[in-house]
């Protein structure tokens, strides 16, 4: 029993203590991946599919989809032709005319980082968002800048999953993790 409890609490959060090798970063998916993820990790997910193109989108449903919250939503993006996922960074409509400008700072030892989104393509947003989930599962505490005021984002707990979710799971499909 006491063994059971043991892996419950520790499976929880299966990604917060693992490092991400950068040099794993891909955006090939595998049959196997492929599987895991339709079989155990979709029905946690919103899908849009675009059959012409042959992309399915996957948006976490526990996002928030309020329009006038400031939130940076993700959304993984299966390619079947190629065999690949890309993450795709979707500010909510409050950010939407904004340049994404982040600051993150660990509240016990007052690292203070900046992040930028400068190129928005999938190299450029897999290596932001992978920015972002190291610090967010440091614990850093996140501001945006919006109309030149810093203002918190990932600052509930639905903000914060949703976005360390959908990387875990992107990871997982990439076989980064």
């Not at 526990?62 to 400031?70: D, K, L, M, T």
Request: proline share 2%.
């Amino acid at each position: 029993m006491a063994l059971l409890l043991l892996l419950i609490i520790t499976g929880c959060k299966l990604d917060a203590d693992k490092k991400i090798e950068r040099d794993k970063l891909t955006f090939k998916i595998g049959t196997d991946t492929q599987l895991f993820f339709k079989n155990v990790r979709q029905s946690y997910y919103d899908l849009e599919e675009n059959k012409e193109a042959r992309f399915n989108v996957f948006r976490f449903s526990e996002r928030s989809i309020n329009p006038h919250e400031a939130v940076l939503n993700l959304a993984i993006v299966v390619n079947y032709l190629q065999d690949e996922a890309y993450l795709l960074v979707e500010p909510s409509e409050a950010l939407a005319h904004e340049a994404i400008i982040l600051k993150a700072e660990h509240a016990t030892t007052n690292d203070t980082v900046a992040l930028n989104l400068e190129e928005v393509n999938r190299e450029g947003m897999l290596g932001f968002c992978t920015d972002v989930y190291e610090l967010l599962v440091q614990g850093y505490e996140f501001q945006i800048e919006e109309d030149g005021m810093w203002k918190p984002i990932f600052n509930t707990p639905q903000t914060k999953n949703a976005f360390r979710v959908t990387v875990s799971d992107y990871y997982r499909l990439t076989r980064v993790f």
